[in-house]
């Protein structure tokens, strides 16, 4: 059955890091867009970040422009979000996504998403 599985995820300090990962199983990340989503609590999922099937444009939205970078490996069949930084309102469980599209325009955009990874959570707090 195929997988999006993340990694990463946990408690962290604010103004602390962390790395999450994104790996498939059972299909590929090649030739589709990747994006990360959160969701804090109480709130909608909200669309953070995209990357082209080549790694040539990636988006952020403006909550965490500057602060977190996305990136891919085609060869190893992952994606990854690093995240600095951190503020409490970081807060939230982070999902990636595949898109069904090669590009990131309307990224934040749920319809565009054609797998869900699983989810992890993020919590930063003292």
């Known amino acids: 059955q195929s997988k999006l599985v993340e990694s990463g995820g946990g408690l962290v300090q604010p103004g602390g890091s962390l790395r999450l990962s994104c790996a498939a199983s059972?299909?590929?990340?090649?030739?589709?867009?990747v994006g990360w989503f959160r969701q804090a609590p109480g709130k909608g999922r909200e669309g953070i970040s995209c990357?082209?099937?080549?790694?040539?444009?990636?988006n952020y939205a403006d909550t965490v422009k500057g602060r977190f970078t996305i990136s891919r490996n085609n060869a190893e069949d992952t994606a990854y979000l690093e995240m600095n930084s951190l503020k409490p309102e970081d807060t939230g469980i982070y999902y990636c996504?595949?898109?069904?599209?090669?590009?990131?325009?309307?990224?934040?955009?749920?319809?565009?998403?054609?797998?869900w990874g699983q989810g992890t959570q993020v919590t930063v707090s003292s």
């Open positions: 059972g299909f590929t990340l090649r030739g589709s867009a």
């Open positions: 996504v595949l898109r069904n599209v090669a590009y990131c325009q309307d990224y934040e955009n749920q319809d565009t998403v054609l797998y």
């Open positions: 990357i082209t099937n080549f790694g040539a444009s990636k």
